[in-house]
């Protein structure tokens, strides 16, 4: 069964002290004690940590190479390896890299103490599994358990890693394989369904990019993990999964969220893939929504209607494309008190986003005009509903006259883009309510413009919060906490 191991960095002996014991009392099985952060390495510290948690620990002096906190000379760091293999630790992390030269003798001496010797090997750039599967057998050759860590490339990387730690699960054996990085989460999300021998998770500050936070491992602990993510590309912007961590935790069910930032060429062979995932559902955002509506095998109306979706069910290999941005922002407009029955409306984009906006917009009775950059796809867009959408040229917003709202549905404002108006300021001033779909940053230059020119306008917050509560209560048949959802929301913002 894997044990969860929960990160313990700390500079000094009692601090180390307090977060070991505060995360065992959490429930983790075990903490890793990273001495290379301790500033003080005498005998009489190591052993003191030794008698208060020995059987319960992960000793591990990273070297600086390896990326540790510090960099000791080989003499010294020899040193006090022998001395941790000596002092009843569960597992002894040692390097199979740096730690060549007296790997062997320390497993001896750590065999002689009855303690586990955990051989590690940390790769610095992505490497084909077959070189991971090389770098394994030569640790587990020494150690009693292997462990190998190697970036993630992309999601492919990530798909051939599962499997190759699914045949190492076959064969019994104990190991450890963590993919690092955002991309390699889904290695940690199914450590234990593919039987790795320990699951690291933070207590504060994360050791390793892409752990999990120890609530979310436990969480999870001994139950079959639910994953769910996030497509598209780029999505550091993206809040989504602090909005559905927080959901997870509010309903305790095992569920984890995960980035997945990919190219087009990689939508089909993930969602082929998804029961040997444990995929249940994924939200779809810019750039994807209508080349995946073409991949899934079933559309909801709404997604069938608009040719574009953001949020997927995935059962017993079926998958239903459904598209929550309607929910999401009929919600926001009425919680807004808007109220658009023959009114102006002009929106700014001809995407996903944008279409499932003229879509709440026509069915509430406004009349819809639509502009883009790309004419071709505006046009596209007005021709997919039966009733008038009129298209403009960017270049003739300038003339336009008053409208009710004004609805970005581009990505312009959003954090790590180019920042700038997606509409004239003149435009933006001649708009009763302007509604930017952008969440993040919570305020953006158009909603900036709109207050210069004492217009209200709003964030796609609300909207953000309403199309990821739909999308929960669609995955998991729960009513969604959406008060602790839009905590979570507001709280990852700036």
């Not at 026509?362 to 009129?390: C, H, I, K, M």
Request: hydrophobic share 45%; charged share 25%; glycine share 10%.
């Amino acid at each position: 069964m894997t044990k969860i191991a929960a990160v313990i960095l700390a500079e000094k002996p009692s601090d180390m002290e307090r977060k070991a014991k505060a995360a065992l009392k959490r429930g983790a099985d075990l903490v890793e004690l990273r001495f290379d952060y301790l500033r003080d390495l005498s005998p009489g510290t190591l052993k003191r940590l030794a008698l208060a948690f020995g059987p319960r620990a992960i000793a591990t002096l990273r070297s600086g190479q390896q990326g540790g906190a510090r960099t000791l000379p080989d003499e010294r760091r020899r040193d006090i390896l022998t001395q941790l293999c000596q002092l009843g630790f569960h597992y002894v992390d040692v390097e199979l890299q740096t730690d060549t030269a007296w790997v062997e003798s320390l497993g001896t001496m750590a065999s002689r103490h009855y303690q586990d010797l955990l051989v590690s090997y940390h790769f610095t750039t992505p490497v084909e599994p077959s070189d991971a599967a090389d770098a394994l057998e030569a640790c587990l050759g020494i150690g009693d358990v292997g462990k190998v860590a190697l970036p993630i490339e992309d999601v492919e990387h990530a798909l051939s890693l599962v499997e190759f730690a699914r045949n190492q699960a076959l064969q019994a054996r104990r190991y450890v394989l963590i993919g690092m990085g955002a991309g390699g989460m889904l290695t940690r999300a199914l450590a234990e369904d593919v039987g790795q021998e320990l699951e690291y998770a933070h207590v504060g500050e994360p050791s390793a990019p892409g752990q999990f936070g120890l609530g979310t491992a436990l969480r999870i602990h001994k139950r079959t993990p639910m994953v769910f993510g996030l497509v598209g590309h780029p999505l550091g912007h993206s809040v989504s999964p602090q909005i559905h961590e927080a959901a997870f935790a509010a309903t305790d069910l095992p569920g984890v969220y995960l980035p997945f930032d990919v190219e087009a060429r990689s939508l089909e062979p993930l969602l082929s893939a998804h029961e040997r995932l444990r995929l249940q559902g994924l939200n779809v955002t810019i750039p994807h929504k209508e080349a995946i509506a073409e991949l899934v095998d079933e559309l909801d109306g709404d997604a069938e209607a608009l040719g574009a979706v953001n949020t997927i069910v995935l059962r017993e290999g079926w998958s239903k494309g459904h598209n929550t941005d309607v929910h999401g922002f009929r919600m926001a407009l009425r919680s807004r008190g808007l109220r658009l029955g023959g009114k102006q409306a002009l929106v700014v984009g001809a995407g996903g986003a944008a279409k499932a906006v003229v879509h709440v917009l026509l069915r509430e009775g406004a009349s819809v005009r639509v502009a883009s950059r790309n004419p071709a796809r505006a046009q596209s867009l007005a021709e997919a509903f039966d009733e008038t959408v009129e298209v403009l040229e960017m270049g003739d917003l300038d003339r336009l006259g008053s409208m009710d709202i004004l609805v970005n549905a581009t990505p312009v404002g959003t954090k790590g883009l180019a920042p700038g108006l997606p509409v004239p300021e003149t435009t933006v001033a001649r708009s009763k309510f302007v509604f930017d779909l952008v969440y993040n940053p919570p305020e953006t230059e158009l909603l900036r413009a709109a207050k210069r020119a004492h217009i209200p306008g709003t964030s796609g917050l609300e909207m953000l919060v309403h199309q990821a509560a739909k999308a929960f209560e669609l995955w998991t048949g729960r009513p969604p906490p959406v008060d602790a959802m839009e905590r979570a929301a507001k709280e990852a913002l700036p």
